[in-house]
């Protein structure tokens, strides 16, 4: 065991702070990374507020982990010492089950196991990465590619995958119409993987506040979605829409924006749920589809794609004695696009 610095919230809604924690000893087929980065996702601020329903405290929470690997079990045989790694939202799965034969280990019919907020096969709670070390099963560990630097890296783990893996599912690029619905950390991913894979790509946010760096990111045109007129000027016009957004929605209206035979894709994770007309589905064959981040060769395939695209995350880098003062900031829509830590001032 080791132990090591962390960030932690010791009870729901209360603020997060300085700790120690301990990491297993490096099992056979287990990496000891060096964490260098963690990025802040939405989901964390969800978790450590008990939004979704009764968590784990304390709670170290952190999901999109970028570092260095330091020591390597006997058994490992993807990394070596030195190697430049991340991990996302899983740490482990049953890796039997159709769904983990698959890849699709986020849907482990027997439960896969989150980074943190979660209880491990050894019975004991996961911390994730606001933390400085981690220790990882290599087969839920990931190459960062040298074309990118860990810092743009850590919010792809989550970010990038849970905006990637949609928009490949449901066919975006050349000659598609794309939205991405919310201008935070998922959407400007969204908005830069989208452009990357060859789509018309479409901003919704709620004001145009953003619209100079919505399109430095790639977009083709920019709507605030405050204004009535958006939903007029914009009727039947896509494709695909991707709801990156993390409070309910007037998905009814959104729908509207469908083409016939559109989709509308959702990751947004909000804590209340919504209603729904389904006469809006019914007029004009319409999808509504929803999408969890995506399994670990995805994942290694969206890193590869990024670092071949030049596309890293836009971050703010803090210090985490500033976590709280971020969460803040995310939960007002203040985000510019990824708030990162740098986890050597933890
Ligand atoms: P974020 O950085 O806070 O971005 C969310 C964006 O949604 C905001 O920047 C804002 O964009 C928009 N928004 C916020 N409140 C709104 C409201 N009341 N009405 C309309 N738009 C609103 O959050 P994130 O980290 O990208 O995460 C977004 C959501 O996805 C969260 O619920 C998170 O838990 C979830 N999530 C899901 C998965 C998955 O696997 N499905 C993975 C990661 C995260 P504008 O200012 O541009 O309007
Ligand atoms: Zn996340
Ligand atoms: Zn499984």
């Known amino acids: 065991m080791t132990t090591v610095a962390a960030y932690a919230a010791p009870a729901a809604k209360a603020p997060l702070e300085r700790t120690t924690i301990e990491r297993r000893a490096v099992g056979e087929f287990d990496v000891l990374i060096d964490i260098e980065f963690a990025g802040i996702c939405h989901s964390d601020?969800?978790?450590a507020r008990e939004g979704w329903g009764e968590a784990i405290?304390?709670?170290?929470?952190?999901?999109?982990?970028?570092?260095?690997?330091?020591?390597?079990?006997?058994?490992?045989?993807?990394?070596?010492?030195?190697?430049?790694?991340g991990v996302g939202c899983l740490v482990d799965s049953c890796r039997e089950c159709a769904n983990c034969?698959?890849?699709?280990?986020?849907?482990?019919?027997?439960?896969?196991?989150?980074?943190?907020?979660?209880?491990?096969?050894?019975?004991?709670?996961?911390?994730?990465?606001?933390?400085?070390?981690?220790?990882?099963?290599?087969?839920?560990?990931?190459?960062?590619?040298?074309?990118?630097?860990?810092?743009?890296?850590?919010?792809?783990?989550?970010?990038?995958?849970?905006?990637?893996?949609?928009?490949?599912?449901?066919?975006?690029?050349?000659?598609?119409k794309v939205a991405v619905i919310g201008l935070g950390g998922l959407g400007h991913m969204g908005v830069k993987i989208a452009h990357a894979l060859g789509a018309e790509v479409t901003v919704l946010s709620q004001s145009l506040r953003k619209k100079d760096d919505g399109l430095k990111l790639g977009a083709d045109h920019y709507y605030a979605t405050s204004d009535p007129k958006t939903f007029e000027d914009l009727a039947g016009s896509f494709d695909l829409i991707l709801s990156t957004v993390s409070a309910p929605l007037d998905f009814g209206a959104y729908l509207s924006l469908l083409k016939t035979g559109g989709a509308?894709?959702?990751?947004?994770?909000?804590?209340?749920?919504?209603?729904l007309n389904l006469f809006s589905l019914i007029g004009g064959n319409k999808t509504l589809a929803g999408s969890m981040i995506g399994g670990i060769a995805e994942t290694q395939e969206m890193l590869d794609f990024c670092a071949e695209h030049s596309l890293g995350a836009e971050i703010e880098l803090i210090r985490a004695d500033q976590i709280n003062e971020a969460y803040e900031r995310v939960l007002a829509s203040d985000v510019r696009y990824r708030f990162v830590i740098d986890t050597a001032t933890i």
């Open 45 to 47: 601020i969800h978790q």
């Open 57 to 85: 405290f304390p709670m170290v929470p952190g999901h999109e982990i970028a570092g260095v690997v330091s020591e390597v079990g006997p058994g490992v045989t993807k990394f070596k010492v030195g190697d430049r790694v």
């Open 101 to 176: 034969k698959a890849g699709l280990e986020q849907h482990c019919t027997a439960g896969a196991v989150g980074t943190y907020n979660a209880v491990g096969k050894d019975g004991e709670p996961t911390y994730g990465g606001y933390s400085q070390k981690v220790v990882v099963d290599e087969n839920f560990t990931v190459r960062i590619p040298d074309g990118l630097s860990l810092d743009v890296a850590a919010p792809l783990l989550c970010a990038g995958i849970t905006t990637y893996s949609p928009l490949k599912h449901w066919g975006a690029g050349p000659g598609k």
């Open 264 to 275: 509308l894709v959702n990751v947004g994770a909000p804590e209340e749920p919504i209603g």
